[in-house]
């Protein structure tokens, strides 16, 4: 498997309702060296978190011990910006398995789902209840369910269904990338194209 299944993700969240949050922000050019997707958690949202001496800046929510979980809650248009997948590699790196928002770059979120984040697109109006109950109860608990394709707070039982590519649903499901699912369906390729005309 190229990363792991993703079915159901009982968590808390951790807020950041920053509007237009770009992938230079989320991790900085100049940490774009390596090629393999590990390491990169170290520098997830780098200049935000850390001063020029290195020391964490204990104003920024990664640095708070109030809040905690597999769930980062982003504010509209989160991913913005180049096309670095990077960005999704320090995400799934640093231990958030899905990101919350009222609207993704594109590139972005199909970055994420390449490689095993759930980003789960939601009303404003249910964007900003989920901020809301964080804030009055840091460890309110987020159900995703990606099979059903809904999310919800579990203390309040609202939920809000939310839209995924049927492909890239599968493939989560099943912890695939795209080379595990060609390969998953190897023998059907085979066939299909043993029977081909020459």
Known sequence: MAYDRFNL??????????????TDQIIPARFLKATER???GN???????FDSKNKPKKNFVLNNN??????????????????????????????????????FADIFRNNCLNIGVLP??????????????IYKKPKTKIKVDLRKQVIGIIDRQVFESFEINEYKKENMLNGYDDIDYLMNIKSSIEKFAKNRPL
């Not at 597999?70 to 990101?99: M, P, Q, T």
């Not at 789960?120 to 809301?132: G, M």
Request: glycine share 10%; with cysteine; aromatic share 16%.
């Open 9 to 22: 993700l009982n968590s808390s969240a951790v807020p950041l309702p920053i509007e237009n949050i770009d």
């Open 66 to 103: 109030t809040y905690s979980g597999k769930i980062l809650v982003g504010g509209k248009n989160f991913g913005s910006g180049s096309s670095r997948e990077h960005a999704a590699w320090a995400i799934y790196d640093y231990g958030f398995r899905c990101v919350v928002s009222s609207f």
């Open 43 to 49: 520098n997830l949202f780098r200049d935000w978190r």
């Open 120 to 133: 789960v697109q939601v009303s404003p109006k249910f964007l900003e209840i989920i901020f809301n109950e």
């Open 38 to 40: 590990i390491g990169f």
